[in-house]
Structures are given as structure tokens and as C-alpha cells.
């Protein structure tokens, strides 16, 4: 069964684990992101090692056995001192047995918290795997000759001995790729037609089959539900995921794919990212955030590129073992813990003494009141003591909730808990529903947690007439200000819903030209992306550009 000492030294193990990977993946960013990618998949490998080794390992104590034992002394002084108040208040017995029945329960009450999120999550992945199968079984099997002879160039460039399945799905809007030991890559109808792209999608796609990235991805999301309380993990799981894409967009360059034309192929991939959909699979469309870090490195012909050599992977062998081993054993920390759960549990008149106090008192001073009173003040209680544990952590009081009550009308104790966990007051409601009259709770739950002011939301209502308080979430999002509206329309772009300002931002495309420098410490490659062209200057003195067409022109008015 779980507790929560192991609780406890899951957390920081896992933190350990995580952020040793993490610094090694920092110390060893100049090699390729085959190597990286094996450095960080060993750190997931550990995480996900660590639960069951902790359970099979014998004890490893290394500290002095007084600095464990120190706090299992101190529990039993308690006893000693509070034994006469059961002899003399013998009328309180009935509720000390009501104490003592409840309290327990906050000692419990970790795993349960504990558990609901990792069963989410888990359920989350099953469901995203149920739906890569169904989709399978609902595809159509491609027949373009021009894709199945790239796939069979790919397949033995690669010296891929495995069929793989090559289908096209209505319900896709970019490919994507999963399996392992029958591997599917599914196209998009659009995709389909792009016909000049083939051998670099398919190059793409494969390069994760081969990699066994399906497998990595499922681990990956199985660690993030383990330990979803740890945000070093999460960082871990976000940096292999990039990595992976990255280690594979080198497979397509050493493919001798132009790298210009395929960076002109992932900024259009980025428009048709398969966004909200729930899928455990890769693709080749790149996310928001990792775009313009995959089109430098694509650009860049002076990294180094390749799959990790066999010295990488046993140094990957040392850390899974050497890391994880002495700190799933290390236990001073978690029999200290046991203790003094077992402490609390055999002993429970320093639980008991303390909570009997107030009824005590009460019942010394009111006669049958004070009996009376305790059924009273229990009967009304609608809220779970989950709820109470969420309210007390932000810091609820009944005097928040009463203020909120008048702006938000009804609300459920989860809605005021995330309310207050983000910020959200009344005089936030006031000032965003005199932008959005019709804005929810949850719109502006939502809103408050990517720190979006009244003044800002008050902007971008200027903007766009017909603006949505979702609009207003994409544009903070993505980091669209007024004043990059106003220099984009000055640029030419018209810009006329939000939709248009969110997808020229996703392209990375700004007024004159933004320079970013690939280098740490010396100009080794800078990629300028301006108006309709990306352009990359290697340490070299090479030059790579990329085009793309600029928007089209509005039509002009017609004449009378």
C-alpha cells in the first residue's frame, strides 16, 4: 500500500533523478540530439525504475543512526505528560473517540491525493493509444506510387527490416507515426497531395520507427503520471519529446534532403499541427513552442549530427544504474518517516489530547449545551475533506467566498479553490466582464492563469470589434501584443481576426528582421527571419535562405 513516507521519498528522489538528468543534458548540449536524446531517455528509464526499486532493494542507511532516532524519542514524551486527562475528564470519552476516529484520516489522506491525479492521467494515455487503433482501423490504405517508392527507398537507406502500414486519414491534418512491432505512418489528404515533400516525410516518420520513439513517447507520459507532482519531470518529459523530433529531423538532412526545403516544409507543417487532438504518436508538424529552435538547428550546418555512439550508450547504462541504485536504497529518511507513522497509530493519546480539548471545555461550561452542540455543527458540512484540504492550501476564507458569491453567482467549491489559486477576485470579475459581459468563471479561471490583465484584454478588444474571451487566450498565448498588431499591419499584413495575428505569430514572423544567435559563447550560425524569408548564415560564411509566400493582398473595392 502506499504511505506517505513513501510519498515523500518518491518526491525527492524523483527530483534528484530528474535534475541530475537534466544538468547532464545542459553539460552536454554541443553534441548531437541522438546523443542528448539517449541521456534523457536513461534519466525516464531510472524515474520509472525508482517505485519498484525502493520496494526491492535491501535498506541502505549511511547516516548515523542518531539523527533518525532523535525524532522517534520525542514521540512517545507526550503520553507521559498528558496521561492523567482521560482519569480526570473521563466525561470527555465520547468525544475523544470522535477525535481519534477522524483524525486519522488527514495521515491518509496523501495517497488519495496522490492517487486521483495518476489515475487521470493514466486515463488519459489509454484513452489517446484506444484512439491511434480505432483511427487505424477507420484509414484507408494509401496506393500512390510516388509514397510507397519513397517508403521503400527509406526503409532500405535505413536497413528497415519491419513492413510498415502506409495510410491516409480524414481525421489528420498532419502526419504522424506509432508502433513498434508493426509500425504505422498515417497521412493526412493534404499531405497526400504534396507529393515533392515525400521523401522527406516519409525519411521523417521512419527515423522515429526506427528509434523505437513510440515506446520512449508511452514511457515518458508514464513518468509525467508517476510522479505529476515534480515539475523537474515534466521539464525532463517536454526536453526528450523535443529531442526525439530533433534527433529525427537529423535523419531526414543525412538522408541528403535539402535543408532549406525542408525548413520551408515545417513552418507549412506548423499550420496544420494536429492541435487538441488527443493522440500518443509523433509528427512531423511542430509544435508552437519548438518551431523556430527545430528551423535553426535545421539550418545550421555546423552541428553535429548522428545516432549516439556505443560509449554514450553504456555511460546511459552507468546512470540508470549508478543513480538509481543508491537512491532507491538510501532509507534514513523513509524509516524515519514509518516510524512516526507507526508512533501516531500505536500511540494515540498525543493525537487524541489535543483535538478533546475544545469539546471539553465547552461541555465544563455549558453542561448538556456543549453535548449538543458537537451532532449541530457536524450535520451541516457539505464539503469533502478533499475540499477543505484545497481551501485551507490557497488560503479560502468564508469572507472571500461570500464576496465571490455576489459576482459569480453560484460556484462549487473546486471553481473557488481554482479561483483563488490564480488570482481571480472581484475586482478582477468587475474589470474583465466590462471587457466580456458574457464571460464565465471558468473563462476567466482560465484567463487569470496565463496572467491576462483587464488593460491588456481591453487592447486587444480595440483591435478586433468581434473578440472572444477564447481569442483573447490564444493571443496572450502566443505572446501577440498591441503594439506587434499595430507593426505588422504597418508591415502590410491585414490581420483581420485574431486567427490571422495567432497564425502569423506561430511562424515566428515579426516587423524588419529578429535576429536569434544559435552560439554560447561565439557566433557559430544565426537564422534572420523577416517578411516572407527565413535566412540562415552558417560560422562557415554559407547562406541558406527559405521563402515562403506572404499573405494574399485584400480585393480591391469595386468601382460604381
Not at 72 to 94: E, F, R
Not at 143 to 162: V, Y
Not at 303 to 320: D, E
Not at 471 to 500: C, E, F, N, Q, W
Request: aromatic residues 4%; glycine residues 8%; hydrophobic residues 50%.
Amino acid at each position: 500500500m502506499i504511505t506517505t513516507a513513501m510519498l515523500l521519498g518518491l518526491a525527492w528522489k524523483s527530483a534528484a533523478v530528474a535534475g541530475l538528468t537534466l544538468i547532464l543534458l545542459r553539460l552536454a548540449r554541443s553534441r548531437s540530439s541522438g546523443e542528448r536524446s539517449l541521456i534523457a531517455h536513461a534519466g525516464i528509464v531510472a524515474l520509472l525504475a525508482l517505485p519498484a526499486a525502493m520496494l526491492l532493494l535491501p535498506a541502505w542507511a549511511p547516516l548515523p543512526e542518531s539523527w533518525t532516532a532523535a525524532p522517534v524519542a520525542a514521540a512517545p514524551a507526550a503520553p507521559a505528560s498528558a496521561a492523567p486527562l482521560p482519569a480526570a475528564a473521563p466525561a470527555a470519552s465520547a468525544t475523544a473517540d470522535t477525535a481519534s476516529f477522524a483524525l486519522p484520516e488527514v495521515g491518509d489522506l496523501a495517497p488519495f491525493l496522490y492517487a486521483i491525479p495518476l489515475a487521470l492521467l493514466c486515463g488519459m494515455m489509454l484513452l489517446a493509444v484506444v484512439r491511434l487503433f480505432a483511427m487505424r482501423g477507420r484509414a484507408e490504405v494509401l496506393t500512390e506510387g510516388s509514397w510507397l517508392s519513397a517508403l521503400a527507398e527509406a526503409q532500405r537507406r535505413m536497413g528497415f527490416k519491419h513492413g510498415t502500414a502506409l495510410l491516409v486519414s480524414r481525421e489528420l491534418r498532419s502526419p504522424i507515426s506509432w508502433g513498434v512491432l508493426r509500425p504505422t505512418i498515417v497521412l493526412s489528404p493534404v499531405t497526400v497531395d504534396a507529393v515533392d515533400e515525400a521523401e522527406a516525410i516519409i525519411a521523417h516518420e521512419l527515423a522515429h520507427v526506427a528509434r523505437l520513439d513510440w515506446a520512449k513517447l508511452l514511457g515518458a507520459r508514464a513518468v509525467c503520471a508517476l510522479f505529476w507532482f515534480n515539475p523537474l519531470v515534466w521539464m525532463l518529459a517536454r526536453e526528450s519529446h523535443q529531442l526525439r523530433e530533433e534527433a529525427a529531423d537529423d535523419a531526414v538532412l543525412m538522408a541528403d534532403i535539402d535543408g532549406p526545403d525542408y525548413a520551408s516544409l515545417l513552418v507549412g507543417a506548423a499550420r496544420h499541427d494536429n492541435q487538441g487532438a488527443l493522440l500518443a504518436a509523433h509528427g512531423v508538424a511542430p509544435g508552437k513552442g519548438s518551431l523556430k529552435r527545430r528551423i535553426t538547428r535545421v539550418l545550421d550546418g555546423s552541428l553535429k549530427r548522428g545516432p549516439a555512439s556505443v560509449s554514450w550508450m553504456l555511460m546511459s547504462l552507468v546512470l540508470l544504474a549508478g543513480v538509481t541504485a543508491p537512491l532507491a536504497a538510501f532509507s534514513a529518511t523513509a524509516e524515519s518517516n514509518a516510524d512516526l507513522d507507526r508512533a501516531a497509530k500505536d500511540s494515540p493519546v498525543p493525537f487524541a489530547a489535543a483535538a478533546p480539548a475544545a469539546p471539553q471545555s465547552t461541555a465544563a461550561a455549558g453542561g448538556n449545551q456543549g453535548g449538543e452542540a458537537a451532532p449541530a455543527a457536524a450535520a451541516p458540512k457539505p464539503l469533502t475533506a478533499d475540499q477543505l484540504v484545497g481551501m485551507r492550501a490557497v488560503g479560502v476564507t468564508p469572507e472571500y467566498v461570500a464576496k465571490m458569491r455576489e459576482h459569480g453567482g453560484s460556484m462549487d467549491p473546486d471553481d473557488i479553490i481554482a479561483a483563488k489559486a490564480v488570482g481571480v477576485d472581484p475586482a478582477y470579475i468587475r474589470a474583465m466582464r466590462g471587457v466580456f459581459p458574457g464571460a464565465s468563471m471558468d473563462d476567466l479561471i482560465g484567463a487569470s492563469a496565463l496572467h491576462i490583465e483587464p488593460g491588456y484584454a481591453r487592447e486587444m478588444k480595440g483591435e478586433f470589434g468581434s473578440l472572444s474571451i477564447d481569442d483573447l487566450t490564444a493571443l496572450r498565448a502566443m505572446g501577440v501584443t498591441g503594439d506587434y498588431i499595430r507593426k505588422m499591419r504597418g508591415a502590410g499584413y491585414a490581420l483581420k481576426s485574431p486567427d490571422d495575428a495567432v497564425e502569423l505569430r506561430a511562424t515566428g514572423m515579426t516587423r524588419g528582421v529578429m535576429r536569434k544567435s544559435t552560439s554560447r559563447r561565439d557566433e557559430r550560425a544565426t537564422v534572420d527571419i523577416s517578411r516572407g524569408v527565413i535566412e540562415a548564415r552558417g560560422a562557415d560564411g554559407r547562406v541558406a535562405r527559405v521563402e515562403f509566400p506572404a499573405p494574399p493582398e485584400p480585393p480591391a473595392a469595386p468601382e460604381n
